[in-house]
């Protein structure tokens, strides 16, 4: 594992479809933090996940937004009915511990909504 | 709300020159962190500074973290075109939630050759 991987790269969606985004922590990581970053904007934290559960989602939308991360298989951020303004790029980044010393993000996901 | 302002937003220089870049706010960290982002990539962490005062070295890039926690300064000396990119600072608040972020916009390099 070479290191945070995202996938996809990039998604297009129309207006009201469903999107989901996916991400595999470092080996050994079992903590996932998903940041989005609008255009021209800074990075804005979503969620702190665990496995199986979620630590922090203070930072989602209460609509639409909902992420996991299961026991088995990737973190996963899911957004329903997608509108315009998602369009952005979603990182996720993971730690072994919980830290403020720094993450190891992945190169994200760009959604674009149509 | 915790902000951190970056300046400047935008930077050209010729290449062999000396840059600085700031990185400022109103409240206190308990350690502020510096990434280059490249487009279409992710972040990737260059240093994370912990202790106010506190000075590091990586290279050609000097990273200070102020006395009382609330602002960075990054140098860079002789500046290559490989520097090119978005140098983004992230502060982490003190106490719970230390784990989440708080961004900068960004200053954004470019190194003409």
């Known amino acids: 594992n070479a290191g945070v991987m995202q996938n996809p790269r990039h998604l297009v969606r129309r207006r009201g479809q469903e999107a989901r985004l996916r991400c595999s922590p470092m080996k050994g990581h079992s903590h996932v933090y998903w940041y989005r970053q609008l255009p021209e904007e800074g990075l804005k934290f979503m969620v702190y996940?665990?496995?199986?559960?979620?630590?922090?989602e203070s930072g989602m939308p209460k609509e639409r937004f909902s992420a996991e991360f299961p026991k088995e298989g990737p973190s996963i951020l899911r957004i329903q009915q997608v509108v315009r303004g998602d369009s952005a790029a979603y990182f996720c980044?993971?730690?072994?511990?919980?830290?403020?010393?720094?993450?190891?993000f992945g190169s994200g996901t760009r959604l674009t909504v149509v | 709300t915790q902000l951190l302002e970056q300046s400047p937003q935008f930077l050209s220089i010729q290449e062999g020159e000396n840059l600085t870049v700031y990185c400022n706010s109103s409240s206190v960290f308990s350690s502020l962190q510096w990434y280059r982002q490249e487009p279409g990539e992710g972040p990737v962490l260059l240093v994370t500074?912990?202790?106010?005062?506190e000075v590091k070295k990586l290279k050609r890039l000097t990273f200070q973290f102020g006395d009382a926690r609330k602002d960075s300064s990054l140098h860079i000396t002789a500046a290559q075109p490989g520097d090119t990119g978005l140098y983004l600072c992230?502060?982490?608040?003190?106490?719970?939630?230390?784990?989440?972020?708080?961004f900068g916009k960004g200053t954004k390099l470019s190194v003409i050759p």
């Open positions: 500074v912990v202790t106010g005062g």
């Open positions: 980044a993971s730690s072994p511990v919980p830290t403020d010393y720094g993450y190891t």
């Open positions: 992230a502060g982490a608040k003190s106490g719970a939630g230390s784990y989440q972020l708080t």
């Open positions: 996940l665990q496995k199986e559960n979620i630590i922090d």
